[in-house]
């Protein structure tokens, strides 16, 4: 079966630290690869997201590294802050018999500390 | 503001009843989503329309049914042959099923389910 697997579960950052949430799958056929942010209460909302032809993008405080020949790439905060707290998920589309679907992983929540 | 509305937010059931969840989207969106989630598992597909009149099942779609009358409404009815019902479900939608970043999910606040 296709999976992501997302890491750690869990993740407690100091204000201005650097938030890294890792994320691996398998399926080679992934051609794009976002990340969510769910607050509590609500749903999620597309955050960044990434091509495989690409190895790093950036917005802002928000980074996505890709390392394809690992088939693994990580989502960086810098300077996270507490309004940063939250539930991210990770995921990549696959194409199977025409159709393109999600698959999540099992998502980090984030906790910065004040 | 174009999105997608779920209702209700809460909802309690007694075991044996099926409830029906509501999801309307503004965003003339032509893909419309059903997802689960529980903690410590991510978002588990339940079922997904990529057009009026047609949809399929995902992952998990034991339990539940779907119905796509209209563009804009996407109802999710969980049946009381749903063994373990308690969730948080998500109702989505993107542009259409094509690849890319046409396939960016705008969700809803969600609905929480709780069976008594």
């Known amino acids: 079966q296709q999976q992501v697997k997302q890491s750690p579960q869990s993740l407690i950052v100091q204000k201005g630290g650097i938030s890294i949430i890792n994320c691996a799958y398998e399926n080679t056929a992934f051609d794009y690869f976002p990340w969510y942010q769910q607050f509590p209460g609500k749903g999620p909302a597309l955050l960044i997201a990434i091509r495989p032809d690409v190895s790093e993008k950036k917005e802002g405080r928000f980074t996505i590294s890709f390392n394809k020949s690992a088939k693994q790439f990580s989502l960086h905060i810098m300077d996270s802050q507490p309004g940063d707290s939250a539930t991210y998920f990770c995921?990549?589309?696959?194409?199977?018999?025409?159709?393109?679907?999600?698959?999540f992983g099992t998502g980090t929540r984030l906790k910065v500390l004040a | 503001d174009g999105g997608i509305t779920q209702s209700p937010k809460y909802l309690f059931r007694k075991e044996g009843q099926n409830v029906t969840l509501s999801c309307e989207q503004n965003l003339n969106h032509d893909a419309m989503y059903w997802y689960r989630q529980d903690p410590g598992q991510g978002l588990r597909l339940i079922y997904y329309?990529?057009?009026?009149?047609?949809?399929q099942k995902g992952d998990i779609a034991e339990g539940y049914s779907v119905s796509r009358e209209k563009k804009e409404s996407f109802p999710l009815t969980v049946t009381s042959a749903q063994k373990n019902p308690t969730a948080f479900y998500l109702c989505?939608?993107?542009?259409?099923?094509?690849?890319?970043?046409?396939?960016?999910?705008?969700f809803g606040e969600g609905s929480r389910l709780t069976v008594l």
């Open positions: 989505a939608s993107s542009i259409d099923s094509g690849g890319g970043a046409r396939l960016k999910l705008f």
């Open positions: 329309s990529q057009i009026v009149n047609d949809f």
């Open positions: 995921a990549a589309i696959s194409h199977t018999s025409g159709t393109y679907k999600y698959i």
